[in-house]
């Protein structure tokens, strides 16, 4: 499987578990409660029961492994890349390695290992929420957190609807790269060897025709909108009314009560 089709984000996996049920604007706000702790900590004891019940919501939705592992591939370069700049950069306490004015110091492992886990946690645990919400209940959710920027005049149908087809384009896109880099492989292009320049320079046969691809799909799916009479949020309704249960209240209660022993045993 290539790299492109790796990415996960944006797909959604239909199930029935406890986190599949919950009401989009329930995950949304525990989500982002969940992301603030994350951010508070700064004990590595903090991210082992930030990891820990990551494990347990994992097991709870019954998601494959398969699909996480596959998410985290995208963000394996910057992981390497903020490894690779705190360790030479970042200094203090004992010399583990020396080459040259190069050194690799205690507080450099130590920083770069923190921020590496804290992104791989932030990547898995927004991916456990858009595994298993449908693109529409995201976009209601999202519309609901912009409802008070109203009065700022913030057009959160609008925005909400975006995202929600950026997100839904993701997979198309991944998908019709691959099926184009295997054409042009199949003419003779070479997108392996060569220098990191050389690599560059032979992309551009497949970022040409991706870009004419996209921009061709986003015509259609304005024509067939404006076809459609959509005029955007104002005035509109929708056929499913979401309603907040007992059940949704009772998880932002738990993210918030967890979000805040986590930050208490992790600072």
Not at 11 to 29: E, I, T
Not at 114 to 132: K, N, S
Request: one cysteine or more; glycine letters at 8%.
């Amino acid at each position: 499987m290539s790299g492109m089709r790796s990415i996960t984000l944006g797909h959604y996996l239909p199930g029935n578990s406890l986190l599949h049920r919950l009401d989009p604007r329930a995950k949304l706000v525990g989500l982002l409660i969940l992301i603030a702790a994350l951010f508070l900590i700064r004990t590595f004891s903090g991210f082992f029961y930030f990891g820990l019940f990551f494990l347990i919501a994992f097991i709870s939705s019954r998601l494959p492994w398969r699909y996480f592992l596959r998410g985290l591939k995208p963000v394996l370069y910057i992981v390497i890349f903020t490894l690779i700049l705190h360790f030479l950069f970042t200094k203090g306490g004992r010399v583990f390695w020396r080459f040259g004015v190069l050194t690799i110091e205690e507080n450099g492992v130590y920083l770069g290992s923190f921020m590496t886990l804290r992104l791989i946690l932030l990547v898995v645990t927004t991916l456990l929420v858009t595994l298993t919400t449908s693109p529409i209940a995201f976009a209601d959710g999202i519309e609901f957190l912009l409802r008070p920027l109203r009065i700022f005049r913030v057009p959160g149908h609008e925005i909400a609807m975006m995202m929600t087809i950026a997100l839904r384009f993701i997979p198309t896109l991944m998908e019709e790269s691959d099926k184009i880099r295997k054409a042009q492989m199949a003419r003779g292009a070479d997108f392996e060897s060569g220098n990191i320049f050389r690599r560059a320079r032979n992309l551009v046969p497949l970022l040409v025709p991706l870009f004419v691809s996209a921009f061709r799909r986003a015509d259609d799916l304005a024509v067939a909108m404006e076809s459609r009479c959509y005029r955007g949020g104002e005035n509109r309704t929708k056929m499913r009314q979401r309603q907040i249960t007992g059940l949704d209240y009772l998880g932002v209660f738990t993210a918030c009560g967890i979000a805040l022993a986590i930050v208490l045993t992790g600072v």
